[in-house]
């Protein structure tokens, strides 16, 4: 029975998408949830979670019903499966009674081989009953996380989820989730009430994302000279923490002739709809964006994340950086990151809504945020390390502590000093400040604040000069993230905590990081190497030999025209690197333009004549006569892919003993 359907899901695999084999642990969760077991699954975004559902629902009697919180977006998944040869149809808000009939029709008559439903209809009795009279094959519960609690998403529509179980007891149930700790696995586990599903827990890494975090100075200038210098026409997110914030940055990329759309929940729902819409079938548009934005997108060619403010916790950073380079080519994940992100993270935990438990469990998402941020070790490995997942010792190499290690020093007698300051404002003067203050008492200036409140009559005025204003700022980040300084109040004084006095009483040594001199620049070999810059061919092209780059950008011209007439995002028609296949092989075929990856039957059929007309328009493959491919091209391992989808720190210099300033 396995090896029967083994033998059936290799056949959708290929018929339908076009890839002759399965990819890490999709073969094993395929094969147990078609045999009727439940499954929990962690993999990464772009590790083929999708087609850990879709190929069951195909091989096993009835339709497959998936859940999923993207309203928004189950249009386009639906179009992007339709595309593919598949059944599929939606249920939710969006559409008007004639429209839901139809779909309820086709559902009832087994016409569908996938419905998508938003969590909410499932408390709709109606909803329950149609699906009791059809024949349901697996139930796919997307975006899983969504169930827990203390989770980045939490949706309360999942928590009613467990029902599925208890009403349908013989139809096997995979719960999918690309972000999840131990924990949060355990919680989706227990609130589905899945207790004999199998668990099945990919590698949670990404190697073609570069993760790079550097000081901020003036962070959207700094953006644009990564979008100029690093990602010129690439389409990409760049993350804010406030809708103003959001609005400015859109409007400063456009004003500086990068094409960018603003997306967060105050904007009016057509507005977000178009936006999100523009994004998924433009190939250079940028959307800065909220949060609210993001979750399900599958558009393969996002070449760049970026994050001008900190996020909440290690999830959320994982899993926004992940919707870049989900086709599997260079990307980027960049973050700006300095004094103020701690500040106001903290602000926010403690004014912000939940009880003692709440804010806890929240500063200690942060804890874990803000020592990815200063880790002087492997990014990677530290993102790894925090899912539970063994990191390479040896690092990497596309992160930027791998490719430009930071040191560290003795940052201890600067520590005490600052430390210090706290201590003789708070028992001295009766006074709390925040860090500015602080800065301006250690470097002796005369501010008019200084003078107000006599602050230049302290033992501690003009005890760091040996540091400029923008180092010290880092002592205090780092600090803070170390637990050796905290925040208080609304307006973010700084407090010491009871790992301050270890420090003042020398019993406890403080390492801090230096910044490298430059930021390290991403895909920096690879942009040398192919000249890439404004109007140059995007990252899918460029390790292209560049005799082959005319025939790339044809067919990607063609496929445009193609995604236009059809009013579909252009990654519905084919993927840049099945392009990429299509332009290295140079088929004459229609046989051999079904043995590229990524082109299924459905596909072939459609826009066989199509591509390899232009093909045909072209003078030929490098080495070959004319319209003749090239015999000798190394083929290309075919395997399933996701288908739906960084001023030198001066060492301390020898000063006044710490006895004259403490």
């Not at 979670?49 to 096993?60: E, F, G, H, T, W």
Request: with cysteine.
């Amino acid at each position: 029975m396995a090896a029967v359907a083994e033998s059936e899901a290799l056949a959708a695999l290929h018929r339908v998408f076009g890839y002759e084999a399965f990819r890490g642990e999709q073969e094993a969760v395929i094969e147990h949830v078609v045999a009727g077991g439940d499954a929990v699954v962690l993999m990464p975004t772009g590790g083929g979670k999708s087609l850990c559902y879709q190929i069951p629902a195909l091989v096993r009697p009835g339709t497959g019903i998936v859940v999923s919180p993207l309203i928004a977006l189950m249009q386009d998944q639906v179009d992007a499966l339709r595309a593919l040869g598949v059944r599929a149809g939606f249920m939710n808000s969006t559409q008007d009674f004639d429209e839901r009939r139809v779909v309820e029709a086709e559902f009832l008559a087994g016409e569908l081989d996938l419905l998508y439903l938003a969590p909410e209809r499932l408390r709709l009795e109606s909803t329950l009953d149609l699906l009791s009279r059809g024949k349901i094959s697996v139930f796919a519960i997307d975006e899983a996380h969504c169930v827990s609690q203390w989770g980045h998403d939490f949706r309360p529509d999942y928590l009613a989820l467990s029902l599925l179980g208890e009403r349908w007891p013989d139809v096997p149930r995979i719960a999918l989730t690309a972000t999840a700790t131990h924990a949060t696995h355990q919680e989706i586990t227990q609130r589905l009430n899945m207790p004999t599903a199998r668990h099945f827990v990919a590698s949670f890494d990404r190697p073609n994302i570069q993760y790079r975090i550097v000081p901020k100075a003036d962070p959207k200038k700094q953006l644009l000279s990564l979008l100029r210098e690093e990602h010129a026409g690439d389409a990409g997110i760049v993350y804010c923490l406030s809708r103003n914030s959001v609005e400015k940055t859109a409007e400063f990329l456009t004003r500086n002739g990068i094409e960018a759309v603003p997306y967060h929940a105050g904007l009016d729902a057509g507005t977000r709809a178009a936006h999100q819409s523009r994004f998924l079938r433009e190939e250079s548009l940028v959307v800065v964006a909220t949060i609210a934005f993001g979750m399900g997108i599958d558009k393969p060619d996002v070449r760049f994340v970026a994050h001008l403010d900190l996020p909440k916790s290690v999830e959320g950073y994982y899993q926004e950086t992940g919707r870049a380079g989900r086709d599997g080519l260079p990307s980027t994940a960049w973050m700006a990151y300095g004094l103020n992100d701690v500040i106001q993270q903290r602000k926010l935990i403690q004014s912000g809504e939940g009880d003692e438990a709440f804010r806890r469990r929240a500063a200690a998402h942060l804890d874990a945020m803000l020592a990815l941020c200063e880790t002087a070790q492997c990014r990677r490995g530290q993102l790894l390390a925090y899912f539970g997942q063994d990191p390479d010792p040896a690092g990497c190499g596309n992160c930027d502590t791998c490719l430009t290690p930071p040191e560290t020093w003795d940052g201890t007698i600067a520590a005490q000093k600052v430390l210090s300051t706290v201590v003789r404002l708070q028992r001295e003067r009766r006074q709390k400040f925040g860090a500015v203050q602080i800065v301006d008492i250690l470097l002796g200036k005369r501010t008019g604040k200084v003078i107000q409140f006599d602050h230049d009559q302290l033992s501690v005025f003009g005890i760091g000069e040996e540091l400029a204003e923008g180092e010290w700022r880092g002592v205090i980040r780092q600090l803070l993230a170390q637990g050796l300084l905290a925040v208080e109040g609304e307006y973010g004084t700084l407090v010491l905590t009871e790992a301050s006095g270890s420090v003042l009483r020398r019993e406890r040594e403080v390492p801090l990081r230096k910044e490298p001199k430059k930021p390290v620049t991403s895909r920096s070999a690879s942009a040398s190497s192919s000249g890439r810059g404004a109007g140059k061919p995007k990252v899918a092209a460029a390790e292209l030999p560049e005799e082959l780059l005319p025939a790339f950008e044809a067919l990607r011209a063609w496929r445009a025209e193609q995604a236009r007439e059809q009013g579909v995002p252009a990654y519905v028609i084919f993927h840049d690197a099945t392009l990429r296949e299509i332009a290295t092989a140079w088929p004459t075929s229609i046989a051999e333009l079904g043995g590229i990856s990524g082109v299924g039957e459905k596909k072939l059929a459609t826009y066989g004549e199509g591509v390899l007309g232009v093909l045909a328009s072209l003078e030929g493959p490098p080495g070959a006569p004319a319209g003749q491919a090239d015999a000798g091209a190394p083929p290309v391992p075919r395997t399933a892919a996701d288908q739906g989808g960084p001023d030198d720190w001066p060492e301390p210099p020898e000063g006044p003993e710490p006895d004259d300033w403490m």
